[in-house]
């Protein structure tokens, strides 16, 4: 590729744009990378991409689960915007009038292809990938029987090998793994797993123990949980060799210095790190602090950027990368000033919303300070510029930030220019028991 900056080009000339690889691993907590906090020897490829591009090290999403949280990062507006989301039995879609990057992307010529493996990915059902000319999705009735890793990489590397001589392309691939149930490949098993476990089948995260344990049916003891946790550590370490296989062969292909690389997360995971398990239920760093990682060779040094962003700013970033226009509707911002060592000059403070097991909840995260708003529940304020864990809850005690932090929120909702509710999603019988399947049962209310 040859730096778009300076071959500006006349009217209808053509541009040298890169082709962008947008790789979503469910469900993968950002302390579990090697690079950042986690297990040393867990993740060496996405640290070897992390060690070649920018690691933004403060990253957040903006729902604790898939649907909601996708859709931000296609369209750059927060879910109480894009509409997208929901909760169990009431889930919603994309609303119709907001633009996705994936249709910028399209607009100039790009070829665009999604490979998922959960129905909340659906373009028709749920709208997020709506814009893609293609979208290879395998949905599975149970989260046992998915796509695993391997397949995935596979499918991604296959369209790539066809589709390269046609131009740039913008592919999202999204691994369902390491999301529950956790069941390892063998040889990452016996590495990750407790060593009771090593050797044997006993998994954790099946439909039945997920709606018992939401359901109040199933309280799993701590020391369950740790050999769960060993388990998705496997299951991430996996994730990471399948990311490395997929790099390993744009770079055979010759495309790994053409392109633009994006890993990131839609959110992350809980172990009891506030007394709960999986994800969808709260708004703590668990589960919206995201890997991301993004590797441009041909326009971004290796760095690692520590203040805080969001993945509304990433269809902002990709945009500047590939010289697209940046559609008026997106609210976030390029991360590209702040990727070549500019300082901030404006903050990038951090709303979250949605609950996908109950009454939404919404987070407001600003100046080292975050706000959690539950309804019918008491706010809660944490500084986590001192307590990353959000384990001190300083709502009564420091009165005058919970009152700055409330005030910001109020005025941000009250200021959001596109309010969106999203349509209720139509969901036939057969779509509701799958799932039923994977554990998302629910009747509308
Ligand atoms: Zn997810």
């Given at each position: 590729?040859?730096?778009?900056?300076?071959?500006?080009?006349?009217?209808?000339?053509?541009?040298?744009r890169?082709?962008v690889?947008?790789v979503?691993?469910?469900t993968?907590?950002?302390?579990?990378?090697?690079?950042?906090e986690?297990?040393?020897?867990?993740?060496?490829?996405l640290?070897?991409?992390a060690?070649q591009?920018?690691?933004?090290?403060?990253a957040r999403?903006?729902?604790?689960?898939?649907?909601?949280?996708?859709?931000s990062?296609l369209?750059?507006?927060?879910?109480e915007e894009h509409?997208?989301?929901?909760r169990?039995g009431?889930f919603t879609?994309?609303?119709?009038?907001?633009?996705?990057?994936?249709k910028s992307f399209r607009?100039?010529?790009y070829?665009?292809?999604?490979?998922?493996?959960v129905?909340?990915l659906?373009p028709?059902?749920?709208?997020?990938?709506?814009?893609?000319?293609t979208?290879?999705?395998?949905?599975?009735?149970?989260?046992?029987?998915?796509?695993?890793?391997?397949?995935?990489?596979?499918?991604?590397?296959?369209?790539?090998e066809?589709?390269?001589?046609?131009?740039?392309?913008?592919?999202?691939?999204?691994y369902?793994?390491?999301?529950?149930?956790?069941?390892?490949?063998?040889?990452?098993?016996?590495?990750?797993?407790?060593?009771a476990?090593?050797?044997?089948?006993?998994?954790?995260?099946?439909?039945?123990q997920?709606?018992?344990?939401?359901?109040?049916?199933?309280?799993?003891?701590?020391?369950?949980?740790?050999?769960?946790?060993?388990?998705y550590?496997?299951?991430?370490?996996?994730?990471?060799?399948?990311?490395g296989?997929l790099?390993?062969?744009l770079?055979?292909m010759?495309q790994r210095?053409e392109?633009v690389?994006?890993?990131?997360?839609?959110?992350g995971?809980e172990?009891?790190?506030?007394?709960g398990?999986?994800?969808?239920?709260?708004?703590?760093d668990?589960?919206v602090?995201?890997?991301?990682?993004?590797?441009?060779?041909?326009?971004?040094k290796?760095?690692?950027?520590?203040?805080?962003v969001?993945?509304i700013?990433?269809?902002?970033?990709?945009?500047?990368?590939?010289d697209?226009?940046?559609p008026?509707q997106f609210?976030?911002?390029s991360?590209?000033?702040?990727a070549d060592?500019?300082?901030?000059?404006?903050?990038r403070p951090t709303?979250?919303h949605g609950?996908?097991?109950?009454?939404?909840q919404?987070?407001?995260t600003?100046?080292?300070?975050?706000?959690?708003?539950r309804?019918?529940?008491?706010?809660q304020?944490?500084e986590?510029?001192?307590?990353?864990?959000?384990?001190?809850?300083?709502?009564?005690s420091r009165p005058e930030?919970?009152?700055r932090?409330?005030a910001e929120?109020?005025?941000?909702?009250?200021g959001?220019t596109?309010?969106?509710?999203?349509?209720?999603a139509?969901?036939?019988?057969r779509t509701r028991?799958?799932?039923?399947?994977?554990?998302?049962?629910?009747e509308d209310?």
């Open positions: 590729m040859v730096a778009v900056a300076a071959l500006l080009p006349a009217c209808g000339a053509e541009v040298d890169p082709s690889v947008m979503v691993g469910d993968l907590r950002a302390d579990k990378l090697s690079c950042m986690g297990p040393e020897g867990l993740t060496p490829y640290d070897r991409i060690a591009g920018v690691r933004f090290d403060q999403s903006h729902a604790p689960w898939t649907l909601p949280s996708t859709a990062m369209t750059s507006l927060h879910p509409g997208a989301g929901g169990l009431r879609t994309l609303d119709a009038e907001v633009e996705t990057v994936v607009d100039l010529g070829r665009t292809h999604a490979i998922v493996n129905l909340f659906d028709k059902l749920f709208g997020v990938t709506r814009d893609f000319e979208v290879d999705q395998q949905v599975f009735e149970t989260n046992v029987d998915v796509r695993a890793a391997e397949a995935t990489t596979r499918a991604a590397l296959e369209w790539i066809a589709n390269r001589d046609d131009g740039p392309f913008f592919l999202l691939v999204h369902f793994d390491p999301h529950c149930v956790y069941a390892p490949p063998p040889a990452f098993r016996q590495r990750w797993a407790t060593p476990d090593q050797q044997g089948e006993w998994t954790f995260g099946t439909r039945p997920m709606v018992a344990i939401r359901d109040g049916e199933l309280s799993p003891a701590a020391a369950t949980i740790e050999r769960a946790e060993a388990l550590n496997g299951e991430v370490s996996y994730l990471d060799a399948q990311i296989r790099d390993d062969g770079a055979s010759g210095d392109l690389l994006v890993v990131t997360a839609d959110h995971e172990f009891l790190d506030h007394g398990f999986e994800h969808g239920h709260t708004l703590y668990e589960l602090r995201v890997p991301l990682l993004i590797r441009a060779p041909a326009r971004l290796p760095e690692v950027v520590g203040a805080p969001r993945h700013d990433l269809a902002p970033t990709l945009c500047e990368l590939c697209l226009p940046v008026g609210v976030g911002r991360l590209v000033p702040l060592g500019a300082p901030e000059l404006e903050r709303l979250a609950n996908m097991w109950a009454r939404p919404t987070s407001w600003s100046a080292g300070w975050k706000l959690i708003v309804e019918g529940a008491p706010a304020l944490y986590v510029a001192v307590d990353p864990g959000e384990q001190r809850d300083l709502a009564a930030e919970l009152t932090l409330q929120l109020e005025a941000v909702e009250r959001m596109a309010l969106r509710r999203g349509e209720a139509a969901l036939d019988p028991e799958v799932l039923s399947g994977l554990g998302y049962g629910g209310e």
